[in-house]
Protein backbone atom coordinates (compact mmCIF):
# COMPACT_ATOMS: atom_id res chain seq x y z
CA UNK A 1 0.00 0.00 0.00
CA UNK A 2 0.94 3.36 -0.69
CA UNK A 3 0.26 6.39 1.34
CA UNK A 4 0.24 9.83 -0.47
CA UNK A 5 -0.74 13.09 0.25
CA UNK A 6 -2.79 14.76 -2.86
CA UNK A 7 -3.98 18.34 -3.55
CA UNK A 8 -7.04 18.32 -6.13
CA UNK A 9 -9.19 21.65 -7.17
CA UNK A 10 -13.07 21.45 -5.23
CA UNK A 11 -14.45 22.02 -8.38
CA UNK A 12 -13.37 18.81 -9.79
CA UNK A 13 -14.70 15.04 -9.20
CA UNK A 14 -12.51 12.66 -7.16
CA UNK A 15 -10.52 10.34 -9.30
CA UNK A 16 -10.61 6.59 -8.49
CA UNK A 17 -7.25 5.77 -10.06
CA UNK A 18 -3.92 7.24 -11.36
CA UNK A 19 -1.65 6.50 -14.19
CA UNK A 20 1.82 6.42 -13.41
CA UNK A 21 4.19 6.74 -16.20
CA UNK A 22 7.35 4.68 -15.61
CA UNK A 23 10.73 5.57 -16.67
CA UNK A 24 10.58 3.26 -19.82
CA UNK A 25 7.36 4.37 -20.87
CA UNK A 26 5.42 1.68 -19.79
CA UNK A 27 1.78 3.60 -18.02
CA UNK A 28 0.06 1.59 -15.02
CA UNK A 29 -3.09 2.37 -13.59
CA UNK A 30 -3.27 2.61 -9.83
CA UNK A 31 -7.02 2.55 -8.01
CA UNK A 32 -7.19 5.14 -5.06
CA UNK A 33 -9.16 4.73 -2.30
CA UNK A 34 -9.87 7.99 0.59
CA UNK A 35 -8.81 7.03 3.80
CA UNK A 36 -11.29 10.29 4.59
CA UNK A 37 -12.41 13.03 2.83
CA UNK A 38 -13.89 16.64 3.73
CA UNK A 39 -16.79 17.69 3.53
CA UNK A 40 -17.65 18.90 0.10
CA UNK A 41 -20.24 21.91 -0.66
CA UNK A 42 -22.06 21.06 -3.79
CA UNK A 43 -23.37 24.81 -3.97
CA UNK A 44 -20.02 26.69 -3.73
CA UNK A 45 -17.64 23.99 -4.61
CA UNK A 46 -16.17 24.62 -1.84
CA UNK A 47 -14.45 22.12 0.87
CA UNK A 48 -15.02 22.39 4.82
CA UNK A 49 -19.07 22.50 4.65
CA UNK A 50 -21.82 21.13 3.29
CA UNK A 51 -24.64 22.96 1.43
CA UNK A 52 -26.82 23.02 4.19
CA UNK A 53 -24.23 25.27 6.30
CA UNK A 54 -23.13 27.13 2.76
CA UNK A 55 -22.45 30.86 3.41
CA UNK A 56 -22.97 31.58 0.25
CA UNK A 57 -26.85 30.47 0.33
CA UNK A 58 -28.48 33.84 0.91
CA UNK A 59 -31.50 33.57 3.51
CA UNK A 60 -34.29 35.77 2.24
CA UNK A 61 -36.58 37.53 4.87
CA UNK A 62 -39.49 39.27 5.02
CA UNK A 63 -38.93 42.89 5.17
CA UNK A 64 -40.51 44.31 9.01
CA UNK A 65 -43.33 46.35 8.46
CA UNK A 66 -42.47 49.78 10.19
CA UNK A 67 -46.30 51.10 9.09
CA UNK A 68 -47.22 50.95 12.83
CA UNK A 69 -44.50 52.52 14.22
CA UNK A 70 -45.17 55.67 11.35
CA UNK A 71 -48.40 55.74 13.09
CA UNK A 72 -47.47 56.12 16.68
CA UNK A 73 -44.86 59.01 15.56
CA UNK A 74 -47.47 60.67 14.23
CA UNK A 75 -49.94 60.35 16.67
CA UNK A 76 -47.11 61.58 19.29
CA UNK A 77 -46.64 64.75 16.72
CA UNK A 78 -50.06 65.95 17.17
CA UNK A 79 -50.05 65.56 20.71
CA UNK A 80 -48.02 68.27 21.03
ZN1 LIG B 1 -20.89 26.21 0.13
Given at each position: ????F ?34 L ?16 T ?17 A ?5
Amino acid sequence: MLRCFVEIAAAKSLPDHVTLELEGGERIKLPVEYEWMPPLCLNCESFGHVEGQCPMTKVWRPKVQKAKNVDQVSAGQKRL
